[in-house]
């Protein structure tokens, strides 16, 4: 069953995160910044993982730390569920459409972390969240999860839909590297026979 709990506790945030990778895209998430939670519902949904994800933050100074650190625990989730990646597909990308915004999005799920991030912001909010954040956001996920990420919108004007495409290619490329090709179910995918380290 590649499912993971984690629990992550530090004096800025209270943490706690299940994934089922095999599941049909169930979701409650609660962090306490709406446009969020609407994010990782959209994450939940669209790749197909089941995510239960409550998060207890110091939103009374800002939403950095909130942001960050449920990344950081859903990237450990998605990690541990992974075990050794035997079986998966390894790589998934997406190209999303949102009405006049293209947002293309690729991964690696090689235990190696890196992100290529090309996404402009013309506003410095959406709802009550700061749009920076949403780099601060992909990368922890990346880091955690052993991703490498590349996420670049190509053009767009909405930056609500900028967003949201960013989140909805991360899904679609992640239920395609996580799904186990039943040609090799048993081999993990890589030459050296394990995932991490050197090319």
């Not at 909130?66 to 989730?77: F, I, K, P, Y």
């Not at 709802?127 to 490498?148: H, I, P, R, V």
Request: glycine share 10%; charged share 25%.
């Amino acid at each position: 069953m590649r499912q993971a709990t984690i629990e992550r506790n530090t004096k800025e945030t209270r943490i706690r995160v299940a994934v089922d990778l095999d599941g049909n895209g169930t979701y409650a998430i609660g962090t306490g910044i709406g446009f969020l939670d609407h994010m990782l519902e959209q994450l939940s949904r669209h790749s197909l993982i089941d995510i239960d994800l409550k998060a207890e933050g110091d939103l009374h100074i800002d939403g950095h730390h909130t942001t960050e650190d449920s990344a950081l625990a859903l990237g450990q989730a998605v990690h541990r569920a992974l075990g050794d990646r035997r079986g998966i597909r390894r790589y998934g990308s997406a190209l999303i459409p949102m009405d006049e915004t293209l947002t293309r999005v690729a991964i690696d799920l090689s235990n190696r972390p890196y992100m290529v991030w090309k996404v402009p912001f013309t506003r410095d909010k959406l709802g009550s969240m700061d749009t920076e954040l949403f780099k601060e956001w992909f990368y922890a996920f990346a880091q955690e999860a052993g991703a490498t990420l590349h996420v670049e919108t190509l053009y767009g004007e909405n930056n609500h839909h900028i967003v949201e495409s960013c989140f909805k290619g991360l899904a679609r490329a992640l239920g395609e590297a996580i799904a186990i090709d039943p040609r090799k179910a048993d081999a993990v995918p890589s030459t050296k026979g394990t995932l991490g380290g050197s090319l």
